[in-house]
């Protein structure tokens, strides 16, 4: 069975401070994975995902994501947070055989000003 | 391009009553899936369609849920009668994928929030 943990309910950051927020899965063989954004009321949206080929990949509003085999990780980064990124983040993942999409629990972000 | 819709945005009804979801995917997206999203927690599937057929509803408690996709467009979720747990936003997406092979991000509507009284 696949799964995905995002071990922080909540990350607080300053405005123009650099924002992680950190993602493990499991999955057999490998994995498609995938980090949405939702904002207060609306659906998921989707913001970057990786497939095969960098480690690190570029999304949407200057995020960034880097896969990382040997530990599973999938951590979602942005160089200098603004207010506006304040929001529910999840990560996914799938596994390349499978259609399933699995997803975390979540991670609230608060950037302050 | 029209994202996801879905009707109706809020819903309250007592237990043991029955509701209806509808949800329109984007244009030309072959697979539409139904999330759980329950306060707290991520979105669990209910069910995935690829065009009119089921694909996994493995999670879906089909003694009181079910849903179709007539057409391979439009797509109802029902549940009847309801229980208190129901209480969630139940989201719908649709993606491009034809299959298991592709990474196609699902687009998502912006979800029914379901109260049970």
């Known amino acids: 069975a696949q799964s995905v943990a995002q071990p922080e309910d909540q990350v607080n950051v300053a405005e123009g401070n650099p924002l992680t927020v950190k993602c493990t899965y499991s999955?057999?063989?490998?994995?498609?994975l995938f980090w949405y954004v939702q904002y207060p009321n609306r659906g998921l949206q989707f913001l970057l995902k990786y497939i095969t080929g960098d480690n690190l990949v570029k999304g949407s509003y200057g995020f960034e994501a880097e896969f990382n085999k040997s530990q599973t990780s999938f951590h979602l980064k942005k160089p200098s947070a603004l207010v506006s990124d304040s929001a529910l983040y999840f990560c996914?993942?799938?596994?390349?055989?499978?259609?399933?999409?699995?997803f975390g629990a979540g991670t609230t972000v608060t950037v302050r000003a | 391009e029209a994202g996801v819709a879905q009707s109706p945005r809020y819903k309250i009804i007592e237990k043991r009553q029955s509701v209806a979801f509808w949800c329109n995917p984007i244009?030309?997206?072959?697979?539409l899936y139904w999330y759980q999203q329950i306060l707290g927690q991520g979105p669990k599937l209910l069910i995935q369609?690829?065009?009119?057929?089921?694909?996994?509803d493995s999670q879906l408690p089909k003694d009181r849920f079910s849903a179709e996709r007539l057409k391979g467009v439009d797509s109802t979720l029902k549940i009847q009668p309801a229980k208190l747990e129901d209480s969630a936003v139940y989201l719908c997406?649709?993606?491009?994928?034809?299959?298991?092979?592709?990474?196609?991000?699902?687009?998502f509507g912006n979800g029914t929030r379901l109260t049970v009284t």
């Open positions: 997406a649709s993606s491009l994928e034809m299959g298991r092979t592709g990474g196609s991000p699902l687009h």
């Open positions: 996914a993942v799938r596994a390349l055989w499978d259609y399933k999409l699995s």
């Open positions: 369609f690829q065009n009119n057929g089921v694909v996994d």
């Open positions: 244009s030309g997206h072959a697979t």
């Open positions: 999955v057999s063989g490998n994995p498609y």
